[in-house]
């Protein structure tokens, strides 16, 4: 039993992953017949918990193969083959040498950075440097898939980054080999709708019809309600009526959200009411008040302007049009379109629908507080 069952990161058993019952069977059922799906939803709502859980399906457990490849900080082609070798090779540690040496018989080129001890545990010793060849090792990566003992199923977490890559056509390239791949099913996840819909519905688009499209929503209140009840009660705490929706409400149902802010109250509190909920978002926002500062440090003058304007707002729309620009005291409708550009690339905003909104939802709330 862990200490607190409001886990904020990386994943622990069934029974501290919330719902989504509805969701693990279609995802669990779209990869076990072999279809290819593009997993999307803002980011933080849950889908690299959810692969995980459906992952420990016993359906999957007991016949694949399975790995998560998280490509969100990479920034080429290199970075990316780099990322899944280094993947591959600590998720095969656990079945022992023989599964990594069945690895290296097809993935010559990281052999020499691949060692043992004595007790023939694996260490990942390749320096990003040392994929001097990209395209070929991805070849030969997707050779090791191919040929593996077991069908594989392989989550690529933030798969819209290949779009930003320096080469141009990774794209082609991935659809080329995932197509080729019999003995592998795909999930390709993403927080980006916009760019992630493109990739997969647009025929223009090498990935065009070749995925199920699965769009992840928040959890239903009354599904995190019990679920928040039953651990309080499970650890002897009581926590009040209403408290669940007064969070799950202030962030949208995001959540991760939702995990922080009942693992800060479950840390401090034996019976929660509603009025603890202010409280222990401020506690957070103190924990990370010196990395705001920074980062606000690190902008522009018009960035951070535009950012506070947007903070203030908290779900901005035409932020290019006059009165908003005026309200914010900002330079000029071009130099707002111009900082929501930069600000976009650097994450610190969103954009789905018309709606700009930091990214960053209690940065949002130590931007008001300021």
């Not at 603890?276 to 902008?299: F, G, R, S």
Request: aromatic share 12%; with cysteine.
């Amino acid at each position: 039993m862990i200490e607190n069952p409001f886990i904020t990161y990386g994943y622990e058993s069934a029974a501290y992953f919330c719902d989504r019952k509805s969701e693990t069977k279609e995802l669990t059922t779209l990869l076990t017949n072999g279809n290819h799906t593009a997993l999307i939803s803002p980011r933080r709502m849950g889908k690299t918990g959810l692969i995980h859980h459906c992952f420990a399906q016993n359906e999957i457990q007991d016949r694949y193969i399975t790995f998560l490849i998280d490509i969100y900080a990479t920034k080429n082609l290199q970075d990316m083959v780099y990322r899944m070798g280094q993947s591959i090779v600590n998720r095969l540690k656990p079945r022992g040498q023989s599964a990594i040496d069945g690895f290296l018989r097809f993935v010559t080129s990281l052999r020499t950075g691949i060692s043992f001890d004595g007790q023939g545990n694996a260490s990942w010793n390749i320096g990003l440097g040392d994929i001097t060849s990209p395209d070929f090792t991805l070849e030969e990566i997707f050779n090791y898939l191919k040929a593996a003992d077991r069908k594989c199923i392989v989550a690529i977490d933030e798969f819209q980054a290949i779009t930003d890559y320096p080469e141009r056509n990774v794209e082609e390239l991935m659809r080329t080999y995932v197509q080729q791949c019999r003995n592998a099913v795909f999930v390709f996840s993403g927080s980006q709708k916009s760019m992630m819909s493109e990739m997969f519905s647009s025929p223009a688009r090498p990935f065009y019809q070749s995925v199920s499209m699965m769009f992840l929503k928040p959890v239903p209140l009354p599904e995190y309600e019990v679920f928040a009840k039953k651990h309080f009660e499970k650890a002897g705490k009581q926590i009040d009526d209403g408290v669940v929706r007064t969070i799950y409400e202030h962030f949208d149902g995001t959540t991760w959200y939702l995990q922080k802010v009942l693992n800060q109250l479950f840390a401090t509190q034996d019976h929660v009411c509603v009025n603890d909920v202010d409280t222990a978002v401020i506690q957070i926002i103190n924990q990370n008040e010196e990395a705001y500062k920074d980062v606000l440090y690190q902008l522009t003058a018009r960035q951070r302007d535009l950012l506070v304007a947007v903070g203030h707002e908290r779900k901005a729309r035409q932020i290019t049009g006059a009165p908003f620009v005026k309200r914010y005291h900002l330079i000029s409708a071009s130099s707002v379109q111009k900082s929501s550009q930069a600000l976009i690339e650097k994450q610190l905003l969103t954009h789905q629908q018309g709606v700009y909104e930091v990214y960053d939802k209690f940065m949002a709330e130590w931007i008001r507080k300021q």
